[in-house]
């Protein structure tokens, strides 16, 4: 039996250029996520709109590199079960006011999109409010190193995996190696013993339901599956090459540590509701966000 929450696996997508584009290809991961709003009720009769996280530097890719004004999003309708490819502005059509927010903290690589209409929204799995865990509530929870975690996402570059055209999703399992910084507020992000690829950037980092055993005396750990935070990257180190001669460094190659970078929580939603104040000012009013709890 798996310890991992399947709805928050569904709510990791794909996301690259449009197809028909120029360039158009994928190039990273995205999570969905469903933020509260008095003014858009679904069929449940709870209310929200649809957001998108992923990290800045593949967002800076789409406006930079290949000078997108859209992005595609590859993911599964819960409907069907089908794997469909849908496209979302990221600039309003109208008043080409941006439709995303960066960080303001240039050290954290956190970007959010809005997807605008809710009503297509639901035909996905997105993550919700109930569902994250911050910082807070992961050190009350006694998370600390050694505690086992998933991540999420699609990596391009491993060879045959990835030529498929649905939506399936890579899984890998690992551990927090390092996060204490983190809890002392003198890091922006944390580590995980987890091999990252290209494309696994924006994916979902979940903790893993752990049954505690009440005879290890000391031992900590959390009977939630929750999403804890978002890949950045894999930490890089350098292999100096000496020679034999000089005995000193002539080549130095850069290479895949196995630990990945990972975003907090914390600052996604301080993105977000960056980009809920933006839309504020741009919405009618009565379209008010409801607090999170």
């Given at each position: 039996?798996?310890?991992?929450?399947?709805?928050?696996?569904?709510?990791?997508?794909?996301?690259?250029?449009?197809?028909?584009?120029?360039?158009?290809?994928?190039?990273?991961?995205?999570?969905?996520?469903?933020?509260?709003?008095?003014?858009?009720?679904?069929?449940?009769?709870?209310?929200?709109?649809?957001?998108?996280?992923?990290?800045?530097?593949?967002?800076?890719?789409?406006?930079?590199?290949?000078?997108?004004?859209?992005?595609?999003?590859?993911?599964?309708?819960?409907?069907?079960?089908?794997?469909?490819?849908?496209?979302?502005?990221?600039?309003?059509s109208?008043?080409?006011?941006?439709?995303?927010?960066?960080?303001?903290?240039?050290?954290?690589?956190?970007?959010?999109?809005?997807?605008?209409?809710?009503?297509?929204?639901?035909?996905?799995?997105?993550?919700?409010?109930?569902?994250?865990?911050?910082?807070?509530?992961?050190?009350?929870?006694?998370?600390?190193?050694?505690?086992?975690?998933?991540?999420?996402?699609?990596?391009y570059s491993?060879?045959?995996v990835?030529?498929?055209?649905?939506?399936y999703?890579?899984v890998?399992?690992?551990?927090?190696?390092?996060?204490?910084d983190?809890?002392?507020?003198?890091?922006?992000?944390?580590?995980?013993?987890?091999?990252?690829?290209?494309?696994?950037?924006?994916?979902a980092?979940?903790?893993?339901a752990?049954?505690?055993?009440?005879?290890?005396?000391?031992?900590?750990?959390?009977?939630?599956?929750?999403?804890?935070?978002?890949?950045?990257?894999?930490?890089?180190?350098?292999?100096?090459?000496?020679?034999?001669?000089?005995?000193?460094?002539?080549?130095?190659?850069?290479?895949?540590?196995?630990?990945?970078?990972?975003?907090?929580?914390?600052?996604?939603?301080?993105?977000?509701?960056?980009?809920?104040e933006?839309?504020?000012?741009?919405?009618?009013?009565?379209?008010?966000?409801?607090?999170?709890?």
């Amino acid at each position: 039996m798996s310890h991992i929450s399947e709805h928050l696996v569904k709510a990791c997508v794909e996301v690259g250029i449009p197809p028909g584009t120029q360039n158009s290809h994928w190039i990273g991961t995205g999570i969905l996520y469903a933020h509260p709003f008095l003014s858009f009720v679904d069929n449940s009769g709870r209310g929200s709109l649809p957001f998108l996280f992923t990290n800045k530097h593949i967002l800076e890719d789409l406006l930079t590199s290949n000078k997108a004004d859209k992005v595609a999003i590859r993911l599964l309708n819960r409907e069907t079960g089908k794997s469909e490819i849908r496209t979302s502005d990221l600039f309003d059509s109208d008043t080409k006011e941006k439709l995303w927010v960066i960080h303001p903290n240039v050290e954290v690589d956190v970007a959010v999109i809005s997807l605008g209409n809710p009503a297509k929204a639901l035909q996905f799995t997105l993550a919700e409010p109930g569902q994250i865990m911050n910082l807070q509530f992961m050190k009350k929870e006694g998370m600390q190193e050694g505690d086992f975690v998933y991540m999420v996402g699609y990596p391009y570059s491993l060879k045959g995996v990835m030529k498929q055209s649905r939506a399936y999703p890579v899984v890998r399992s690992g551990c927090i190696a390092r996060i204490a910084d983190a809890y002392h507020g003198e890091s922006q992000t944390y580590l995980i013993d987890v091999t990252s690829f290209p494309g696994n950037s924006g994916g979902a980092v979940i903790s893993k339901a752990t049954k505690l055993d009440e005879h290890l005396k000391g031992t900590f750990g959390t009977n939630k599956s929750g999403l804890i935070g978002m890949v950045s990257g894999y930490l890089e180190f350098d292999d100096e090459a000496i020679s034999i001669q000089s005995k000193r460094p002539r080549v130095v190659f850069t290479e895949n540590s196995g630990l990945t970078v990972v975003q907090t929580v914390d600052n996604m939603i301080q993105a977000l509701q960056i980009l809920l104040e933006q839309m504020h000012d741009l919405m009618p009013k009565g379209n008010l966000p409801l607090a999170e709890k």
